[in-house]
């Protein structure tokens, strides 16, 4: 089992940054790829960003790739999501994810998900 819990939200003008943290507990934090999925109200839930294991390979939604940075600490078994020239259409809850396995060539699948987190609020104003 892996517990995964998000800080970091909160509200920004548009062109501001937020950093989201996810700090993950239980189960070997490095046997598992970690991402990022936003949901805006009204709509499905989308993927953002996806981490390898070492933090070496990173993939990214087209909509944010320039604009946000995935990393992750395996030392403190937290990953991060850096989010730059943040737009109201990056207004959603964030989540964190983990899925089993260590690279990161792709985006990460909804179903492919182990383990969510609650999520975070991020409200970008105009």
């Known amino acids: 089992q892996v517990q995964l819990v998000e800080s970091g939200g909160g509200l920004v003008q548009a062109g501001g940054s937020l950093r989201l943290s996810c700090a993950a507990s239980g189960r070997s934090f490095i046997f598992y790829r970690m991402g990022w999925f936003r949901q805006a109200p009204g709509k499905e839930r989308d993927f953002v960003a996806v981490s390898s294991w070492s933090g070496g390979g990173t993939y990214y939604a087209d909509s944010v790739k320039g604009r946000f940075t995935i990393s992750r600490d395996n030392a403190r078994n937290t990953v991060y999501l850096q989010m730059n020239s943040l737009k109201p259409e990056d207004t959603a809850v964030y989540y964190c994810?983990?899925?089993?396995?260590?690279?990161?060539?792709?985006?990460?699948?909804?179903?492919?998900?182990?383990?969510w987190g609650k999520g975070t609020l991020v409200t970008v104003s105009s």
């Open positions: 994810a983990a899925a089993k396995g260590v690279t990161a060539t792709q985006a990460m699948g909804v179903t492919s998900v182990d383990y």
